[in-house]
């Protein structure tokens, strides 16, 4: 799945050092503006406990987590839909990803500097959510004039967009993100085709410092990041970024022992690279075998068939049918040949919507 999550912020939020913490990357991160001029892109491992689960139950030669992308894009600052900073670059590299996390800082630091000289993350977001809106105007207003001529010499699929164009230029003048209007499927297919920034899916990640991480809840900028995505119809992960920084480097059981000294049941990368990965509408199915056990990612909503091309294009082609058994079926069988007798093990024609949790076993012929 070619999908991927960008990272975006203003300037000393904190992306880089949650990027090198993602991808153990070590992108460059300074305390100044636009560090990372190019975007960075790492490969991150989906945490997933049903993987080690099916490792238990089948004991493979081998294990493959599942993988997906995220783009480190810097530093948005105030006037960048104008140019500013390193602006419309920026804005390009968003418009390539499939959905944005947001990183808002929400802790206080006198050794780094803001921006803007104050902490306020609502102030913060709102100046990239603005210029993104800016920029989605900008290129509605270049489409319109275009579309508005032909509308007007009654060319029905020209007056269907231009409705379409009409609402989303009346929502960003009211300064509100494409994602806020409600469109009919078909609407839909116009809207994608705009490539709209504010169109994308938004995840807000708070960024807080190492003592507020155990009670990230009392943190008053955290609860205002909070209220603010409850209206955006957004998640809201909390980080410390720079002990996520620290964990990567340690290995599972030093990092489980860090963790409980601070108080906290779970990495805030965890929950971000699962939030992230059902942002992006994907899902995961399994293989599981003696040879190799190992987790697919897929997005929902595809057909069996589709899910087996993920394998290999001749599965897709060959394609008979799926042997299917949920994961939580499988586990409470406790073998392969267990749920077999138990009738949990499906076969699965091409119409199948594979769901989240499969485990499956592929029949082709080519």
């Not at 929400?106 to 709102?126: L, M, N, Y």
């Not at 480097?249 to 963790?259: I, N, P, R, T």
Request: glycine share 6%; with cysteine; charged share 30%.
């Amino acid at each position: 799945m070619a999908l991927t999550a960008g990272i975006v912020g203003l300037p000393n939020v904190g992306k880089s050092t949650l990027f090198n913490a993602i991808t153990k990357a070590g992108a460059e991160a300074a305390n100044y503006p636009f560090c990372t001029i190019d975007p960075n892109v790492g490969i991150v491992e989906v945490p997933d406990h049903r993987l080690q689960k099916l490792t238990e139950l089948v004991q493979p030669k081998k294990t493959v987590p599942t993988a997906f992308e995220f783009t480190d894009i810097a530093g948005i600052v105030k006037g960048a839909s104008k140019g500013e900073g390193l602006g419309n670059k920026f804005l390009s590299h968003i418009r390539q990803v499939d959905a944005i996390c947001h990183v808002v800082r929400c802790f206080a630091s006198e050794d780094i500097t803001h921006v803007s000289g104050k902490v306020d993350p609502i102030d913060d977001i709102e100046t990239i959510n603005l210029e993104l809106i800016l920029a989605d105007l900008e290129s509605i207003e270049k489409r319109i004039g275009r579309v508005e001529k032909l509308a007007k010499q009654k060319d029905k699929e020209a007056m269907f967009e231009y409705e379409i164009l009409a609402q989303l230029k009346e929502a960003f003048e009211a300064d509100k993100p494409a994602r806020s209007i409600e469109f009919t499927e078909e609407q839909m297919k116009i809207v994608k085709g705009l490539h709209l920034l504010t169109s994308k899916s938004v995840l807000y990640v708070a960024n807080v410092s190492e003592d507020e991480i155990a009670d990230a809840d009392s943190n008053e900028y955290v609860q205002k990041v909070k209220e603010y995505a409850e209206k955006d119809n957004a998640e809201v992960i909390v980080v410390c970024a720079k002990i996520e920084e620290e964990i990567a480097e340690l290995d599972e059981e030093e990092k489980a022992m860090f963790l409980e000294e601070l108080g906290i049941e779970e990495s805030g990368l965890d929950q971000l690279i699962r939030a992230a990965y059902k942002l992006l509408g994907l899902a995961t199915y399994f293989t599981a075998g003696v040879q190799e056990v190992r987790a697919w990612t897929f997005k929902l909503g595809m057909k069996a068939p589709q899910c087996a091309g993920i394998i290999h294009t001749d599965f897709e082609k060959g394609f008979i049918r799926a042997e299917t058994v949920s994961y939580d079926d499988l586990l409470a069988a406790g073998s392969m040949v267990a749920a077999r007798e138990a009738g949990k093990v499906r076969l699965e024609g091409k119409e199948y919507l594979v769901k989240d949790g499969d485990v499956m076993h592929f029949r082709f012929n080519v």
